[in-house]
């Protein structure tokens, strides 16, 4: 290196020219491998052949006397200690999923035999490109579309997530702004959703269904009456002298005279305000405008100032949830019918490993809860320290992930059992999942049990905390790959962090609209079926892999995390990336695709051809943008097709990776005499 680099090396990085087209090897398994094509030379992919001024990965562009690069240092934010990263990915990646998904699906599907394709699944599908995702953020120190440097062609995949990502943070706040309108309302004795007699209520209301069927004679039944409360319900007979005939009855006769819980009126009625279907938006609900307001200032503030402030909240966010879960299984065990529920839960049948449904729930379920495919995790991970150990990490944030959704089974199910025994039902007529756990199961529980509005308020809270930081930090990684991709030069490259991060919120916000009317429900369910579906994420896990495994090469990328925590990762991960994870993927994907069917609305409202043909658009939206990325690209190329995928297959180095070239990589990297030309840093697409 020539003095002068030397001189100026703290402040700038000299590169000098390769060959046309070349790219320096590794030598005995030291060196990152820099750079690409000079200008002027072989096949071009930039504006005009590869004219124009040189560019680094992020965009910047500068130049230099003697014809090298020079690019100035600019430190890239990073996490203020490590715990703050772990607590993030906690926060985002255990959420509101793991409390009313999993526990359902474990009872649903052999209770603790669900452990075992779940598990086997974990290992083979979850952890790999979870810490895929990590890793890679970690090595290219970029947010989610520019990480995909490493494979320039395939740029479509981080505009994928991105488009994932953003329609998650759309939609996903509702449930938080339904959890807020709850918990303003739980200060009150007796719950508005444990009697009837309100103005939202239909003469159909009842509160004690059992009552309903004894009497049907008596029009006291459907009228709201004062003696039908829920401490008269603990005082009932008891549900364990039912037989199962009479409970038959009790089933049908409900089902005949049309009875509706309060629970239920209070949640369609009074909160969704339901319309006739997707063609009737109806009313706003000003009430609801007025905490998705609420909501999003919460989560612009927690977000707004990068990881600094994000990495401060998660403690809260991330840890509170779990002392209320523990308060919350403390006391749902002592209620009666408990253990019912918990043996529900987790009694084996064996039978269901035969069966293919029971392996793609567990398949779907894993790639719901471990926030895989959104490019957050990958944002998350770029601001880690560059020799962070990001293979321990994976292994601990999996444990914590999935050690959550099997303790919250024991909450939710000590609950469940309890409410059955006390409604004298079967407990599958009460296992819920989804937003029928959250907003009409345990609510109608909390309604029976002493010192109703604590429960629901702490209940509630709990709901809102554990699903604010999956938001903010699935919002934090939208702006992480905004503000990569923008050029730093330009008008747009200029705007604070705080002002994209707000212009962000508003623009969700105001889509968010179409969800606070009278047919908001309806949006918002074609959002969560289509946009984020296991579709849409098991497709892009699974060209996650394959880029990585063989365009990028699964035994460089080894030697790229070998670099960064200095040792090789277990052989394991990288026949996963290579076969078993997108052969996992591939097989789930089918299922879904074959076993398609139209969404409905409870089962009774069928979406129009319209409304399914936007949902699709929805999902291909995401999903189009790595094919027609990778076409875009080859077709704007020029040279032969094998010279152009191996220009766009190159990768597009950092300048922090520069520091890992081995000496005798640089010296074959010196310029010849004479040499004006500069190297070329491909920009974002």
């Given amino acids: 290196m020539s003095p002068e680099s030397e001189e100026n090396s703290r402040s700038e990085i000299s590169l000098p020219q390769l060959e046309?087209?070349?790219?320096?090897?590794?030598?005995?398994?030291?060196?990152?491998?820099?750079?690409?094509?000079?200008?002027g030379a072989g096949p071009g992919c930039g504006e005009g052949g590869g004219a124009g001024p040189p560019q680094s990965q992020d965009g910047a562009t500068a130049g230099t006397g003697n014809g090298a690069v020079a690019v100035p240092v600019v430190e890239r934010e990073t996490w203020t200690r490590q715990m703050d990263f772990i607590m993030s990915c906690v926060g985002f990646a255990v959420g509101l999923g793991n409390v009313w998904r999993f526990p359902y699906l474990c009872y649903k599907n052999g209770g603790g035999v669900f452990l075992i394709p779940y598990l086997l699944i974990v290992?083979?599908?979850?952890?790999?490109?979870?810490?895929?995702?990590?890793?890679l953020g970690q090595f290219m120190k970029q947010g989610g579309v520019s990480a995909w440097n490493i494979a320039p062609l395939f740029k479509g995949l981080g505009l994928a997530s991105m488009v994932i990502v953003f329609f998650c943070n759309t939609y996903y706040i509702m449930i938080l702004v339904w959890g807020l309108y709850f918990l303003f309302h739980s200060f009150t004795n007796p719950l508005p959703w444990a009697t009837c007699g309100h103005t939202w209520n239909t003469p159909n209301c009842t509160q004690d269904?059992?009552?309903?069927?004894?009497?049907?004679?008596g029009a006291?039944?459907?009228?709201?009456?004062?003696a039908a409360t829920p401490s008269n319900l603990l005082n009932s007979t008891s549900p364990l002298n039912l037989s199962s005939a009479q409970l038959l009855l009790n089933n049908s006769c409900m089902e005949a005279e049309g009875m509706r819980s309060p629970v239920i009126e209070f949640w369609e009625r009074k909160v969704l305000r339901l319309s006739g279907g997707l063609h009737e938006p109806g009313d706003i609900s000003y009430e609801m405008v007025l905490c998705l307001i609420v909501t999003w200032i919460i989560v612009y503030f927690c977000m707004w100032k990068g990881v600094k402030s994000t990495g401060k909240v998660v403690y809260f966010t991330a840890l509170f949830p779990y002392l209320v879960l523990v308060v919350l299984l403390a006391h749902g065990v002592t209620l009666p019918g408990a253990l019912d529920g918990i043996v529900y839960y987790l009694k084996p049948d064996w039978s269901k490993l035969g069966e293919a449904q029971v392996w793609i729930d567990a398949g779907t379920q894993i790639f719901f809860s471990y926030a895989i495919g959104l490019g957050a995790l990958t944002a998350l991970g770029s601001y880690n320290r560059f020799h962070n150990n990001c293979y321990q990490d994976a292994f601990v944030l999996a444990l914590i992930n999935s050690g959550t959704s099997f303790f919250a089974g024991f909450v939710v199910f000590s609950v469940l059992g309890f409410m059955a025994a006390e409604q004298g039902v079967d407990i599958s007529k009460v296992a819920e999942s989804g937003p029928g756990l959250a907003f009409i199961a345990y609510p109608k529980a909390v309604t029976l049990m002493p010192l109703?509005?604590?429960?629901?308020?702490?209940?509630?809270f709990m709901l809102l905390?554990?699903?604010?930081?999956?938001?903010?930090?699935?919002?934090?990684?939208?702006?992480?790959?905004?503000?990569?991709?923008?050029?730093?030069?330009s008008a747009l490259g200029s705007l604070r962090r705080e002002v994209v991060a707000a212009i962000c919120c508003v623009i969700c916000f105001l889509i968010d609209m179409s969800m606070v009317t009278e047919g908001g429900m309806y949006v918002f369910q074609l959002f969560d079926y289509y946009s984020a579906s296991g579709i849409t994420l098991l497709w892009q896990a699974f060209w996650e892999c394959v880029v990585i495994a063989w365009v990028y090469g699964a035994d460089r990328f080894m030697d790229d995390v070998a670099r960064m925590i200095g040792y090789q990762p277990l052989p394991y991960m990288k026949w996963c990336w290579s076969y078993i994870t997108p052969f996992v993927c591939v097989a789930v994907f089918l299922f879904h695709v074959v076993n398609y069917k139209p969404l409905t609305y409870n089962t009774v409202y069928t979406y129009p051809l319209w409304g399914e043909a936007l949902g699709w658009a929805l999902a291909l939206s995401s999903m189009?943008?790595?094919?027609?990325?990778v076409l875009y690209k080859l077709l704007r190329c020029k040279g032969s097709l094998r010279e152009r995928w191996q220009h766009l297959t190159t990768p597009v180095w950092g300048r922090h990776h520069l520091e890992y070239l081995a000496p005798e990589s640089e010296a074959k990297l010196l310029p010849p005499a004479g040499n004006k030309n500069t190297l070329l840093f491909e920009s974002v697409i």
């Avoid at 046309?20 to 200008?39: F, M, W």
């Avoid at 269904?209 to 004679?217: L, V, Y």
């Avoid at 006291?220 to 004062?226: E, H, I, R, T």
């Avoid at 905390?465 to 030069?489: A, N, R």
Wanted: charged letters at 15%.
């Fill in 20 to 39: 046309a087209g070349t790219l320096s090897e590794e030598e005995g398994g030291g060196s990152a491998r820099p750079l690409v094509p000079v200008l």
């Fill in 123 to 135: 290992f083979i599908g979850g952890i790999p490109v979870f810490f895929l995702e990590i890793a």
């Fill in 209 to 217: 269904f059992r009552r309903s069927c004894h009497n049907r004679s």
């Fill in 220 to 226: 006291q039944s459907v009228l709201p009456s004062s």
């Fill in 452 to 460: 109703a509005p604590l429960w629901a308020a702490l209940f509630f």
């Fill in 465 to 489: 905390i554990l699903g604010l930081d999956s938001q903010f930090v699935g919002v934090e990684g939208l702006i992480t790959g905004i503000m990569d991709m923008l050029p730093p030069k």
């Fill in 624 to 629: 189009l943008c790595i094919p027609v990325t």
